[in-house]
């Protein structure tokens, strides 16, 4: 089987080194890292590394044991050089889509991008025609999507034993675009990437408003989301951590704690007032596993077969 050549355009906390921050962690996986992925992929070869910060580069290439000219100021340079088949593009917002452009229109081969996917979108909707036009494969970094338990949860659903899908009232914390982004994007995944409707949000602090159409800080946002096979999703700014709970038809099921307790509640009709209870029955059992690792074996399998992606740029669009 083939080995994909791989390589990091931003290389400071999630490009490096974030895997520092959460070795032990009750809520993480590793590798987590984009690098450390790629390190840990037996598919994938990490070739090089990019970032105008001569320090952070400097850290990432002893890490990583990539030699000097192997680290590039310029991520144009390490494009038309080491010509990677996977690129990671870790920047920061405002860079990332003139990066994923010149990486679709100059040979690479699949992207896995940070979240958000860009900063604004026409940016956006620019990356779209490029790594459509180009035939690229594309991923973005919400590693909800790839959790294996709302997999679990997906599973439940799609089953049909619980019903339709109603209802999705999802709780994050630190920011629309940082976190806020996983919530939205799990009400996505586990509704088939249904399109929606209409959408209603609301600032929680009306001083986070853009500023001559710039947003200079992260918000929290409430909001609604319609999707157009009649499911809604609730956002909600959490004060204790991550939540996510999902109605259907006949029952409940639910992650708290920041995914470290699942609940199960199957709706059985009839009691002593002739409604039915929702009765709590045993989560399914699951491994716990890197998402960044899934998102990696997730590009090299759609390389290998010609496939879509879990996510895809539209999606992540």
Known sequence: MNTYSSAVV????????????????????????????????DRTQLVAGCDIRQGVLSEFGKRYSLGEQHLYEDYRDLIDTE??????????????AEIMIYAAEHGVKAIYAEKTMAASMT???????????????????????WHPGFDKIKELIDSGDFGNLRDMVMFYSNGINQHGI???????????????????????????????????????????????????????????????????????????????????????????????????????????TSSTLMIIEDL????????TTRGGVRVAR
């Open 182 to 288: 996983h919530a939205l994007d799990l009400a996505m995944y586990l509704n088939n990437d249904v399109p929606a409707v209409s959408v209603q949000a609301t600032l929680v602090d009306p001083e986070d408003a853009p500023i001559d159409g710039v947003m200079v800080k992260d918000p929290d946002v409430r909001g609604i989301v319609e999707f157009e096979n009649g499911v809604t999703a609730h956002l909600l700014v959490a004060v204790f951590g991550d939540e996510q709970s999902i109605y259907c038809e006949r029952g409940y099921l639910s992650s708290f704690g920041q995914r470290q307790h699942w609940i199960l509640r199957r709706f059985m009709p009839g009691n002593d007032k002739g409604k039915g209870d929702l009765i709590p029955q045993q989560f399914p059992p699951f491994k716990e």
């Open 123 to 145: 940016q956006a909707d620019d990356v779209v025609e490029t790594v459509e036009r180009n035939g690229v494969v594309f991923n973005m970094g919400t590693g909800f999507r």
């Open 83 to 96: 010509r990677p088949e996977i690129l990671g593009v870790a920047t920061m917002p405002e860079h990332r």
């Open 10 to 41: 931003g290389c400071g906390r999630m490009g490096g080194f974030i895997d520092n921050e959460t070795v032990g962690s009750r809520i993480v996986t590793l590798p987590f890292s984009f690098a450390s992925g790629f390190v840990a992929c």
């Open 300 to 307: 090299v399998q759609a390389l290998d077969t010609g496939r």
